[in-house]
Structures are given as structure tokens and as C-alpha cells.
């Protein structure tokens, strides 16, 4: 729908380093990722990331804003997002206080 977009947010304690990732599922099978690894080189006005946040023990969040009408346009092959909460701190989930919300949200 126009105008219409997804963030997809996930916000933590206890742990320097969480990566929120979107990964675009495509028609033939194959994978195209969305993360602080690639959005950097391929940032465009369908998909916004907030940036990669490493240090945030005391509370750390990051997010994508997707506006789903420019997304299909620009990426006609990918048929699902599949967003992925990944420790890079040494730590097992359990022991982090993490929040991940993909909600809609009005334009």
C-alpha cells in the first residue's frame, strides 16, 4: 500500500553488540541480505537502516524502516523478509534483556 511502511526494531541491555538483520528471501531460492554488513554500500530510499550500534550495554536498540511500496518496486524478485537478532558479544540470548518488535507502522 502506499505510502505504508515496516520498521522492524529491536532494542537491548546487558550486551555491547546486537546485530538486526533483514534477510530478503527471493523467487529462485537464493538470499539477499539486508544488515551493518551490506546497507552501507547498498543503501537506497526503499530500505533505511539506523547504523550499527556496538557499544550498548546500558541500552542499545537499532532499526529498519521499509517502505513497502518503493521496496517491491525496486526489488520485484523477493518475495519474504525474514528479520534475525544475532549476539556479537560472547553471550547466549538468555542473559541479554533484548525487545524485537516488527510492527506496522502508519505512514
Not at 502506499?2 to 546486537?18: C, H, L, Q, S
Not at 537506497?44 to 518503493?70: M, P
Request: aromatic share 14%.
Amino acid at each position: 500500500p502506499e505510502g505504508k511502511k515496516i520498521r522492524a526494531f529491536t532494542y537491548w541491555e546487558k550486551v555491547d553488540d546486537i546485530d538486526l538483520s533483514v534477510m530478503g528471501l527471493k523467487e529462485d531460492g537464493g538470499i539477499r541480505e539486508f544488515s551493518w554488513r551490506t546497507m552501507a554500500a547498498a543503501a537506497d530510499d526503499c530500505i533505511v537502516f539506523s547504523g550499527d550500534q556496538t557499544s550498548g550495554y546500558n541500552g542499545g536498540s537499532e532499526y529498519f524502516d521499509i517502505d513497502i511500496q518503493l521496496f517491491r518496486e525496486k526489488h520485484p524478485d523477493i518475495e519474504y523478509l525474514v528479520f534475525s537478532d544475532n549476539v556479537y558479544s560472547g553471550k547466549m540470548f538468555s542473559s541479554c534483556g533484548i525487545r524485537f518488535f516488527p510492527t506496522p507502522r502508519p505512514a
